[in-house]
């Protein structure tokens, strides 16, 4: 059974007077995605865009520059 057809049959599971609630948090968990990828696109894109992105620093060497032992 796929996880979508195991959400719906949970879904006729919930009692009616509890089926508001259980709406609003699948829209919430749906909204708070969506703005969250809206966010890193964003912040992605700004960053593109950006002619001064300075230098890049390979992990080891940042790690080894903030005395983190990896």
Known sequence: ?????????I??????????????????FLYEEAADDAFCITLNDAFVDNPDKGELIDFN??????????
Request: hydrophobic share 50%; with cysteine.
């Open 61 to 70: 060497d940042l790690c080894t520059e903030l005395g983190i032992v990896v």
């Open 11 to 28: 879904a006729d599971l919930i009692p009616e007077e509890q089926a508001a609630r259980a709406l609003l948090l699948l829209y919430r």
């Open 1 to 9: 059974m796929s996880q979508r057809e195991q959400l719906m049959k």
